[in-house]
């Protein structure tokens, strides 16, 4: 039997992610680099190697600290619009912008 492994569902931007210690995360938009640490606070569910605490809607007391490694592009877009028959073309794009994160520690209070 596998043991279970100390994991956190945190929500960001609109979006939910499960990470565990070490994970490296892309997180969207611009978290800035020049602060290395960042704390995310919106934690929606903790696990232990022995229970699973569910926020409603938030898990009181439960942190997550990072460590930010820095800022990347994420896959280019292209945006191709065409009208038959009126020489009308317009091709356009862009990359979006991405902060890749690596999860240091998950911490919460330990009451019920």
């Known amino acids: 039997m596998v043991k279970d492994m100390k994991y956190a569902v945190f929500s960001h ?3 939910q992610y499960k990470v565990s210690e070490g994970d ?13 640490d960042l704390e995310l606070s919106q934690i929606l569910l903790v696990s232990d190697e022995e229970k ?9 007391g439960a942190k997550i600290a ?9 896959k280019k877009i ?3 619009k065409y ?3 009126s020489r009308y073309r317009k091709h ?14 998950i911490t919460h209070s330990s009451k019920d």
């Open 83 to 85: 009208k038959a028959k």
């Open 78 to 80: 292209e945006v191709f």
């Open 52 to 60: 699973v605490k569910i926020g409603t809607p938030l898990v009181t």
């Open 92 to 105: 356009t794009g862009h990359r979006s912008l991405y902060t890749r994160v690596r999860v240091q520690k």
């Open 24 to 36: 490296e995360v892309l997180l969207p938009g611009s978290l800035g680099s020049d602060p290395k």
């Open 66 to 74: 990072c460590e930010i490694l820095g800022e990347e592009k994420g």
């Open 13 to 15: 931007a609109g979006k």
